[in-house]
């Protein structure tokens, strides 16, 4: 009898303790594991954008000038108004750079009187800004427009002085560029200087005078 009784009380104790394990199993705090980082294509797609920066210096697209005169009126525009927007705020380095632009546009087009005269505009800025290196660069520019109208003496006189500030500076990358205008000019007083030159066009005013 004693031994029945003993075999029961084992039987009960056994399966309370199995619903006190399951018990304890459902309000246990389940361990978390950290989140799976979600893949979204477009927010890779923006991560590998590449922002350029905005320059209020116009640099010209050559390939794109050669194409058509609309092209290069839709070049001069955009250059000149830079232009304007840098000499309206005073932000004279830059407007410098932006008449250097609108020389090289014109010399494209064998507008010479116009070139000089950007040219020149650029220098007068490059001078008070002390950048000599633009300096150097626009005066070997109008060296060769006036070799080309066949003023050598001019364009000496241009070169004899990007010259002078090269070497007061140590600009010898400069120095050696110089050189070769220099040569380029005494290889062009063989030819004749050029012909098919365009000029400025007269205001509309102008023109019903």
Known sequence: MRITFLIICCVFSLSASAQWYRVDLLFKKHERFPLIEQYSPCANAISKIHIQPS?????????????????FQAAENIVMRSAQHNMRFRVYSDASYNFS????????????????????????LSRQQNDDKHTIANLMDLALIKSDLGDYSQARQDL??????????????????????????????????KTDVRYAELPATAKGE
């Open 101 to 124: 632009a609108l020389a090289k546009l014109y010399i494209q087009q064998n507008r010479y009187s116009e070139a000089k005269w950007y040219l020149l505009q650029s220098n007068i």
């Open 160 to 193: 004899n002085e990007a010259t002078d500030i090269a070497r007061a500076h140590g600009f010898n990358d400069d120095l050696a560029a110089i050189g070769k205008k220099m040569a380029y000019i005494q290889q062009n007083r063989n030819n004749a200087p």
């Open 55 to 71: 320059f209020s210096v116009y640099k010209i697209n050559k390939a794109e000038l050669d194409r058509s005169e609309y092209s």
